[in-house]
């Protein structure tokens, strides 16, 4: 198995990046630092031979970085998906100041009576837009936001909700764009060295085996019905208890209130998010030849699931137009200032992603070859009972480095098949796993209005002892070679874990949030009456 020319080199840019985004909580400033060092070394310590076209030491680096850049800003995917935020953002702030989320809080508030009720509301919201992790992330934070606001519930928390459901839930169900990426990238190479069982049917096979995301949706759970506060995650919640949201992020700007908020109703906001969930799943068939006779699976495989997901947002928007602004929920005017000043509030989101795809760049097999560097750590004579657990730690390193799932797809799916064929190809079902959540995380603090540090900072303490968990249970896959018993021992383990978390919790006095904090926040102390 080859690695990187430029070995454990390889590895200094992420984790820059990473330890500069713990210490700064700026994760611009860290992600461009990050994309600096990476094109310093893969100029300045490139293998014998090899040849720019600007070799100077300082012009090189400038050079390679600012291509990249371009490269990211020019690839199509990249800027369908980057339009659908906007639009998104826009469609969002529309049903907002038409009094639509105000409305559908108030519906929630007769039936949500509770922290937990609400918390729960937003698991199960995060369970039905299962469709695309990207499109999860960003609407049930923004749908979310005024609920957890009334029930005095920190943004990290929502946000962490948030990001605890889109992947997981995506990567579980058949029919989502990570799936359809997944089996595509799984038949040829399970062809090619000679495993009869079909992409799909490998998949399937896998589902109890992918313990990350099970027990992640577990972790949500128990947090919520046993208030399990940790590692910042204490602070915060207490902050937002006594009425001081020190992980609400402030925007460009507040939007002005439009509209008779008074005539909006529930149904304002649930039916043009149910026309754009409809409408997406409806494009996905009909853009993937469902309705020429292929089947659904394949169908879902076939598509551009940014370009549809841009296509819905449009026709969700003329309908929204036509459901308003009849009924003076808007005036022409108003509705196109709150789309503007929606899709506005996302360039700090789309500056985030071009970042984290320059550096997931840096990192790719043409330049520095970081991910095959971590892959290659795997030897080819470990015991087939290691393997999930290892690929497991290995495929979590390649996706927390580079902060891009796809990716860590991309390389550890044929790598895994590789390394099961040639050590034990028995094992095939339980170590073609999937990787952990990474760029959803952007998106979450954004979906939930919370400062992006906050999220990452309060969720890395749950996302570790799941990880641990995943593991354990990884390891006992390996020997006990039984899937129910894996999953009964996996569920078992975090729930034992979590009971013991709930009882640290409970020891824990929250730290008191700093002048500083309370000053950078845009959140100011409210009664519960205030939505």
């Not at 290892?390 to 799916?413: E, K, N, P, R, Y």
């Not at 790598?415 to 190809?425: D, E, F, R």
């Not at 009964?488 to 002048?515: D, H």
């Amino acid at each position: 198995m080859e690695g990187s020319a430029y070995g454990i080199l390889s590895l200094i840019p992420p984790l820059v990046a990473i330890s500069l985004a713990i210490k700064t909580k700026r994760a611009i400033f860290s992600l461009s630092i990050g994309v600096i060092v990476g094109y310093i070394i893969y100029v300045n310590f490139a293998p014998a031979g090899a040849a720019f076209e600007v070799s100077n030491p300082v012009l090189g680096p400038a050079y390679e970085g600012i291509n990249a850049i371009f490269g990211v800003l020019t690839d199509i995917d990249n800027m369908e998906l980057m339009i659908f935020i906007g639009l998104l953002g826009g469609f969002v702030e529309v049903v907002s100041n038409a009094g639509g989320s105000m409305a559908f809080a108030s519906w929630a508030a007769k039936h949500v009576k509770s922290r937990l009720g609400a918390q729960l509301l937003a698991f199960f919201l995060g369970i039905f837009i299962f469709i695309d992790d990207y499109f999860n992330a960003l609407t049930v934070g923004n749908v979310m936001q005024p609920i957890y606001e009334r029930f005095r519930i920190s943004k990290a928390r929502l946000a962490y909700n948030d990001d605890s459901t889109a992947a997981p839930v995506t990567i579980l169900f058949p029919i989502s764009s990570w799936v359809a990426t997944v089996i595509a990238l799984m038949n040829p190479n399970l062809a090619k060295y000679g495993f009869s069982i079909s992409g799909i049917n490998a998949f399937l096979s896998t589902l109890p085996y992918n313990y990350y995301a099970w027990l992640t949706l577990l972790m949500v759970l128990f947090s919520a019905i046993w208030d399990i506060n940790i590692g910042p995650m204490a602070k915060y919640e207490a902050a937002a208890k006594s009425g001081n949201d020190i992980t609400d992020e402030l925007r460009f700007g507040e939007i002005p209130e439009w509209g008779d908020k008074g005539k909006a109703r529930a149904s304002d906001l649930i039916v043009p998010m149910l026309v754009l969930i409809a409408s997406t799943i409806l494009l996905m068939l009909a853009e993937g030849g469902f309705f020429a006779g292929e089947s659904m699976l394949d169908a879902f495989g076939n598509v551009d699931t940014s370009l549809v997901l841009t296509h819905a947002t449009v026709i969700s928007l003329v309908f929204t137009f036509v459901l308003y602004v009849p009924r003076k929920l808007h005036t022409s005017k108003s509705f196109v200032d709150a789309f503007s000043q929606g899709f506005k509030s996302m360039i700090d989101t789309m500056l985030l992603l071009v970042l984290a795809w320059t550096l997931a760049g840096v990192m790719d097999d043409a330049v520095l070859g970081t991910g095959s560097y971590v892959a290659s750590l795997v030897p080819v004579e470990t015991p087939g009972m290691l393997l999930p657990a290892l690929l497991f730690v290995v495929t979590a390193a390649i996706s927390f480095t580079s902060g891009v799932s796809w990716g860590a797809m991309a390389i550890m799916t044929p790598m895994s098949i590789t390394i099961c064929a040639a050590v034990a190809p028995e094992e095939i079902s339980v170590v073609d796993h999937c990787s952990p959540i990474s760029d959803t995380t952007i998106l979450s603090s954004t979906g939930a209005g919370c400062n992006h540090m906050a999220h990452v900072n309060s969720q890395l303490p749950y996302a570790i002892t799941v990880g641990i968990c995943s593991i354990f249970s990884c390891l006992f896959a390996g020997w006990s070679k039984n899937a129910l018993l894996s999953v009964v021992f996996a569920f078992a383990l975090t729930t034992v874990v979590a009971l013991g978390m709930r009882a640290y919790s409970r020891k824990i006095v929250p730290e008191e949030p700093t002048a500083e904090e309370l000053a950078s926040s845009r959140h100011t102390p409210r009664d519960d009456g205030d939505r």
